[in-house]
């Protein structure tokens, strides 16, 4: 799945550059708009869901630099899709250059006990369908 995103004033830092947290809001954003596209939208699934997913591992290559007013697109896929955990990667392209990289694996998780939990057969087939 695509998403466009742009480089903004405040995704950069003094020199001009995108600072390095931006590229990970960019993964976000990309995962927020993903479970909405398949019916699990973040406000329902942290808020009234009995499941929510955290992140536990996170990470990003920046292969060129990004400046105010770059007009992003960024691919995501699913890397992995386990019993109660997700892996997901992303490709960053400027026009049709790869700028970056990343992968976030989030977990499964009861809302109110915090423990692992599976990933309901409803989210594993949405996830399957849409990137699989």
Known sequence: MRTEHHVRMYDTDCAGVIFFGSQFRFFHEAVEILF??????????????????????AEADFLKPL???????????LKHL???????????????EIVGKGEVVQVCLDAKSR??????????????????
């Not at 699990?40 to 009995?50: A, G, H, R």
């Not at 386990?82 to 049709?96: D, E, M, Y």
């Open 36 to 57: 909405g596209k398949i019916g699990f939208p973040f406000k329902i699934l942290f808020t009234t869901s009995p499941i929510v997913f955290v992140i536990v591992h």
């Open 67 to 77: 400046e105010i007013g770059d007009h992003l697109e960024i691919q995501t896929a």
């Open 82 to 96: 386990g019993t109660t955990s997700i892996a997901l990667s992303f490709t960053i392209f400027r026009k049709h």
């Open 115 to 132: 423990k692992k939990q599976e990933i309901p057969a409803p989210l594993r087939e949405a996830l399957t369908k849409a990137l699989g």
